[in-house]
């Protein structure tokens, strides 16, 4: 594969190419769904979830993590969430409803976190938090079983627990550090480096 550089970071890979996919093919499949499209929705965003795993497995096990991908893996998760809930709200919102209680807390949460990122670096960083990624998996699961299969009471409330926690502990890890980078871990890993240093 030729190499294209930004940054001086090689940013013409796998993982890249695939977290590139889910962004151009956001607003097709939200036309789709607009259009009450189900099944080619369903198909569509499947493929997008499954991405998700793929190209954050790829770059890991590989060792091709950049800034860049990080950047466009994050812009793909956002499409993803947004296709992932619209989906929910228009086609499976009547079994959520009696638990909504717990979407909306961690939709508060992740809301909250881009805000904290945005107010202290001016940006939106890459950020893949072990906790984060785990979170990741478990919703794309939940979502893919949701339009599957259908609505799942205790995966529903592991999936969304879990991620309310993840995006708490993303927002602690925002306001500790200064050097948002790729790598990051998590807050037991940044306290224990500051332990380490002192």
Not at 37 to 62: M, T
Not at 121 to 144: D, E, M, S
Request: glycine share 8%.
């Amino acid at each position: 594969m030729k190499k294209l550089y930004f940054k001086g970071e090689n940013i013409l890979n796998i993982p890249n190419i695939i977290s590139s996919y889910r962004v151009i093919t956001f607003p097709v499949i939200l036309v789709l769904a607009l259009l009450g499209n189900v099944q080619w929705f369903v198909i569509l965003l499947c493929i997008n979830l499954v991405s998700d795993i793929i190209d954050g497995f790829i770059a890991r096990r590989f060792n091709i993590v950049t800034r860049f991908g990080a950047a466009i893996d994050n812009l793909g998760d956002i499409g993803t969430y947004i296709l992932a809930l619209y989906g929910l709200f228009a086609f499976k919102w009547e079994p959520v409803k009696p638990h909504a209680w717990l979407l909306f807390l961690f939709l508060a949460v992740f809301v909250l976190s881009y805000i904290v990122a945005l107010i202290r670096f001016k940006k939106i960083p890459g950020l893949h938090l072990y906790g984060a990624v785990i979170t990741g998996y478990l919703q794309g699961a939940f979502f893919f079983v949701l339009f599957v299969w259908g609505f799942n009471l205790w995966f529903y409330f592991i999936a969304i627990g879990w991620g309310a926690l993840a995006y708490i502990e993303k927002i602690i890890v925002l306001l500790k550090t200064d050097d948002i980078r790729p790598g990051l871990k998590g807050i037991y890993w940044i306290l224990q480096d500051e332990k380490n240093h002192k």
